[in-house]
């Protein structure tokens, strides 16, 4: 049961990935608030997979054709926070969330 729901988890994420590649960012935002509600749902909550999509969603977000900046810092600031959590302050991880933060503010 467990091995099946990480199939189905990375195949919603690699859905996401697939629609964000190709431009179609609506249903990638779908996919990844899926993927998002599987994770939490799940007996123990990987907060690396959920940092991952809410990463991926904060740069739709910032990138989009429609660009939502406070949804973007939104997602990327709860990513920052579970990625300090998981991996500590000084990491590279945690750098890429900065880098991508710091990039909105630019923009917005």
């Given at each position: ?8 988890l990375t195949l ?58 406070n949804m973007a ?36």
């Open positions: 049961e467990e091995e099946k729901s990480s199939t189905v919603l994420y690699k859905t996401a990935q697939s629609y964000s590649l190709s431009g179609d960012y609506e249903n990638a935002l779908d996919y990844f608030e899926e993927h998002i509600k599987m994770v939490e749902s799940a007996s123990s909550l990987n907060e690396e997979l959920l940092a991952d999509s809410l990463l991926q969603m904060g740069n739709i977000f910032a990138n989009g054709d429609d660009p939502d900046f810092v939104e997602k990327l600031q709860e990513c920052l926070d579970i990625k300090k959590n998981v991996f500590g302050p000084e990491n590279e991880h945690v750098a890429d969330v900065n880098y991508a933060l710091g990039l909105v503010y630019e923009k917005a």
